[in-house]
């Protein structure tokens, strides 16, 4: 029989990346502050990271969270069905729920695992009579494609936030007795414009569907007091996950719904069932994020004003900037080599923006994604932009 080379293929397989610019490879950063890192013994200012308020440095979660573990300790030592679930998995759902105005909430590890876990458990879940029809915008996150890895469903896919697209195809199916779900996210993560929410809810109602939001990038930045684009429409949303590992500036993930869903997921969805639950030091700095974060009225405005500036300015320059219309702005330049090479340049002079390429974004869109944080200063945008300006004939 012949032998395997299971390292030649894994080998191959990468080089095939490699030969298209694609290769990915890991960096390695020591953190200075939420918007300074070192790599390679250099400070860069960092335009990469999704610690939008600094609130990963933040004293008050830190003490707050060095506390809890003196007290609990680490792991929390089994799943919430198990011996896992404490009153502080309870005490920070509930004020999330307060928070998110829904009936109730429920904590996650990650939102990828939130989201791909919630879509795949009601898809396979057998309550159906009929297969379920997804129309899912066709920029949404790899883990709302992965939920939706299934082939008892019918998946389409509509133009990113186009609604007469979304609505063209609902009208398709308008007849069909099949349960529909609608999914967006709120804030794109790699184009940083927001979803309409609105039109979502008037088409989710119209055709009876069921409506899921993802809130990754919008939490803590959006909404009132930061909790969130949906809350103006949470009685008509379905379901709203978002993530605590951005402007929470920690980690895990929450899902904001019915009762019954939460009830749902507890008892049907493995990635809640079968794995242990959160342990206190993040329970920690999220219930403290969430205490904190409906007072930073003062950072998220100097987040949104700055973000406005760099954003006119590069419209201003010709930049491809997309429909950017939040502090993530894509700089759209299409060929992958091209992107790594204006990356590498900005590191020269002190700048750290990452090249994202495909798959992450669609072929042919490579592009530097900046993200604003409040952190930032006047200063620091006018360099980053001053160095961008230098590469413009070349992009
Ligand atoms: C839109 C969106 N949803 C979900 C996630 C995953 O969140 P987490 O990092 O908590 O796994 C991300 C992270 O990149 C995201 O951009």
Avoid: W
Wanted: glycine share 4%; with cysteine; net charge positive.
């Amino acid at each position: 029989m012949k032998k395997i080379n299971f390292d030649q293929l894994f080998f191959n397989s990468i080089f095939e990346l490699k030969k298209k610019n694609l290769e990915r490879g890991l960096k390695l950063l020591t953190k200075i502050d939420p918007v300074k890192v070192k790599y390679k013994q250099k400070v860069l200012l960092n335009f990469s990271s999704n610690d939008y308020l600094g609130l990963s440095q933040n004293k008050t979660i830190k003490n707050y969270t060095i506390n809890i573990i003196k007290k609990y300790g680490m792991g929390s030592g089994s799943s919430r069905l198990v011996s896992g679930n404490f009153d502080f998995h309870e005490k920070t759902e509930k004020e999330l729920a307060k928070k998110k105005k829904s009936e109730a909430a429920i904590i996650f590890s990650t939102g990828y695992l939130a989201n791909y876990s919630i879509l795949s458990s009601i898809f396979n879940s057998n309550i159906f009579k009929k297969k379920p029809i997804v129309f899912s915008d066709k920029l949404n996150h790899q883990c709302i494609y992965e939920g939706c890895k299934n082939k008892d469903i019918k998946f389409l896919r509509f133009h990113h936030n186009d609604m007469n697209h979304l609505e063209y195809l609902l009208k398709k199916n308008k007849f069909k007795t099949n349960p529909k779900f609608i999914l967006s996210e709120t804030v794109f993560s790699m184009d940083g414009d927001f979803a309409d929410i609105e039109s979502l809810v008037k088409l989710k109602k119209k055709y009876n569907s069921f409506l899921f939001l993802d809130e990754a990038h919008a939490t803590g930045v959006y909404g009132d007091n930061g909790f969130g684009l949906s809350l103006k429409f949470s009685n008509d949303i379905d379901c709203v996950t978002g993530t605590f590992s951005k402007a929470f500036g920690s980690f895990g993930a929450y899902v904001s719904c019915s009762k019954n869903l939460k009830s749902f997921l507890i008892n049907k969805c493995p990635s809640f069932i079968y794995s242990t639950s959160l342990p206190f030091s993040l329970l920690a700095s999220i219930y403290s994020s969430i205490k904190i974060i409906p007072k930073l009225k003062n950072e998220r405005k100097k987040l949104i004003k700055n973000s406005f500036y760099l954003r006119e300015a590069l419209k201003k320059e010709n930049f491809n900037i997309g429909n950017s219309q939040t502090n993530l702005i894509p700089i759209i330049i299409g060929d992958p080599k091209k992107t790594i090479s204006i990356s590498k340049e900005l590191e020269r002079k002190g700048l750290y923006v990452v090249p994202i390429r495909p798959p992450s974004v669609p072929p042919n869109s490579s592009r530097l994604r900046i993200s604003i944080s409040s952190c930032h200063s006047e200063n620091n945008i006018k360099k980053l932009f001053n160095s961008l300006k230098m590469f413009k004939n070349r992009i």
